[in-house]
């Protein structure tokens, strides 16, 4: 017991220092790195208290496919020399106010929604519940998502679709003068579309571009 | 006392496991140049010790004793990190792996995607070495295994979905021990030929190496690292290859069964057999490199996203309703 103790403190400890690491450090690409690490050691959280399902979901989705991406932006884009660019520039910047009002914003509608939050209340009960032990974590996240959640499950779908086709929407550019292979057409050429038979008269030659 | 004596036996049992995948890992290096050599009608590596069997730990003690170099530019911490992450990667998998019914490391509820999550994250080894080189070729060739590998992750994923809706669990024990009367490459075989083709993008062998291309990017990611690092690289690549193979073995071709149920093949070991369908899919693995010439990119991702998702998608579809339609889900 006391070993599990000794490692929650470890993981938690290594959450909450990256966690600071990530707004904390000047090169962006390293704080992505310690966004990645935090994701890691909560995935690990999870797995402690038994919900293995999630964190290796969250191993999945977080690390194994959204921080790729987004390491992936930040290296493109050159953040951090921008960000210097912003501080260092002799004028007074103009994006440390509206900043700094957006997440005042923030701050008090997060304190509006968590003053008003009211627990069940045979919360505090419920706990002793016992736990049927018998069904894995996910067979039992499985019939209850897609039974009497069914209705939440699709909507988040929903959400994840809209989303999807408006970054679709937003980065495609059809440009002019591509080159693009169609197997289609590949596969259907014909030898009368790609072969000529000429007779060539002497010291005339033949036209080839038609 | 006694919590000691497990902790004890515990790495143990690790050190069991571990030094022989390294050791495979050596030999299947051999065995990779020795069948590529084999198809081109050449000899292969053949004069270090029998058969040149050696000839893989010459070359690591070679890479030993050769200079580090660090660029100068790079960012040293991340550099350094990237080989490590790839080899530890590569083989804190094997912790799941099956060898029989009783010789597994970690027996966990959620085997299948615990090696799933763990061949994610084998693409930060790459950008993180292409990163910190701050070098042209080792950036582009990030760039390109990133989009690679998360492309064809999304395909294999698709593709356990198919075996895990004819197991109804995520353990890996159950799910090899569903295929004793029928392995799965027989009802899921378009699954299968999915599955291989789209191991060979996510470990970045040929046709699907273009992050290493030589004839664009040098050696892509691993263009500036030298001596002990690169080979580290080279090591969890080919440890990466042999873990797919294992996966790819435990989903499709029943694991540690053996073939028949019948006297003369029920009584070889059954780690054997593992090893046997692992060898057997390595083997294809480095036929398929010397036979088949790169893709180009744009195919490559082509092949990916509007290929092989929407076929296996519409693949999982049909084999819920077949389940549903002849009663055979399991766990009712």
């Known amino acids: 017991m006391i070993a599990h103790a000794i490692v929650f403190y470890i993981f938690s400890l290594i959450a909450i220092v990256s966690a600071i690491m990530v707004t904390v450090s000047k090169n962006t690409v390293n704080s992505v790195f310690f966004l990645i690490l935090d994701f ?4 690990c959280l ?4 038994g919900a293995e399902f999630l964190g290796m979901i969250m191993l999945i989705v977080y690390v194994g496919a959204v921080a790729v991406l987004f390491l992936f932006v930040v290296m493109m884009l050159n953040v951090a020399q921008q960000k210097n660019e912003w501080f260092n520039s002799s004028g007074r910047s103009s994006h440390i106010p509206v900043g700094l009002l957006v997440s005042i914003i923030i701050f008090f509608e997060l304190i509006i929604v968590i003053g008003g939050w009211k627990y069940k209340p045979d919360l505090l009960d419920s706990i ?3 736990i049927n032990t018998d069904l894995t974590n996910t067979q039992s996240l499985g019939s209850v998502i897609y039974t009497d959640y069914i209705h939440l499950f699709q909507l988040s779908g929903m959400v994840l679709l809209v989303a999807m086709i408006g970054a679709i929407v937003l980065t495609f550019r059809q440009r002019s003068g591509v080159k693009r292979q169609s197997y289609f057409k590949q596969i259907s050429r014909d030898r009368k579309d790609g072969i000529e038979l000429v007779d060539v008269e002497n010291n005339k030659g033949v036209k080839i571009d038609a | 006392m006694v919590e000691l004596i497990i902790f004890f036996e515990q790495i143990y049992r690790i050190l069991f496991l571990l030094i022989p995948v390294l050791v495979s890992v050596a030999m299947i290096v051999w065995l990779d140049r020795r069948v590529w050599a084999f ?3 050449r000899r292969g ?3 270090v010790g029998p058969f040149g069997l050696f000839q ?8 030993i004793f050769k200079e580090i170099i660090i660029p100068a530019s790079s960012n040293k911490v991340i550099f350094i990190l990237a080989p490590i992450v790839t080899m530890t990667l590569a083989l804190i998998a094997w912790a799941v792996i099956p060898f029989s019914e009783t010789f597994v490391l970690a027996d966990i509820n959620v085997g299948i995607l615990y090696l799933f999550a763990v061949s994610s994250l084998g693409v930060y080894g790459i950008i ?11 950036f582009l060739g990030a760039i390109r295994s990133a989009a690679q590998m998360v492309s064809y992750e999304v395909s294999i994923g698709v593709i356990i979905i198919n075996v895990l809706l004819c197991v109804g669990s995520l353990n890996l024990s159950d799910i090899v021990l569903a295929q004793k009367d029928l392995w799965f490459v027989i009802p899921l075989f378009p699954m299968f030929i999915i599955f291989f083709i789209s191991a060979l993008a996510e470990t970045n062998r040929p046709p699907f190496d273009l992050p290493e291309a030589e004839a664009e990017l040098v050696a892509g990611y691993q263009t500036e690292y030298s001596g002990m690092m690169y080979a580290m690289f080279w090591l969890g690549e080919y440890a990466n290859i042999l873990l797919m193979c294992a996966m790819g073995s435990i989903l499709f071709l029943g694991g540690w069964l053996s073939p028949i149920d019948l006297f003369p093949f029920n009584v070889i070991p059954a780690p054997i057999w593992l090893i046997l369908k692992i060898l057997f899919l390595f083997i294809l693995f480095a036929l398929i490199k010397a036979i088949v010439p790169r893709y180009r990119y744009d195919q490559l991702m082509k092949l990916g996203w509007k290929i092989f998702l929407p076929f296996s998608l519409i693949y999982v579809v ?3 309703s077949f389940l549903m339609y002849f009663d055979l889900l399991p766990g009712n």
């Open chain 2, 128 to 138: 993180m070495g292409g990163w910190a080189s701050n070098s042209k070729y080792p």
């Open chain 2, 56 to 63: 893989t730990l010459a070359d690591a003690l070679k890479y």
């Open chain 2, 318 to 320: 049909l084999t819920a």
């Open chain 2, 39 to 41: 198809v081109q009608k």
């Open chain 1, 40 to 43: 890691i050691s909560i995935s």
């Open chain 1, 46 to 49: 999870f797995i402690m208290i």
């Open chain 1, 128 to 130: 002793a519940i016992e």
């Open chain 2, 45 to 47: 590596p053949n004069v």
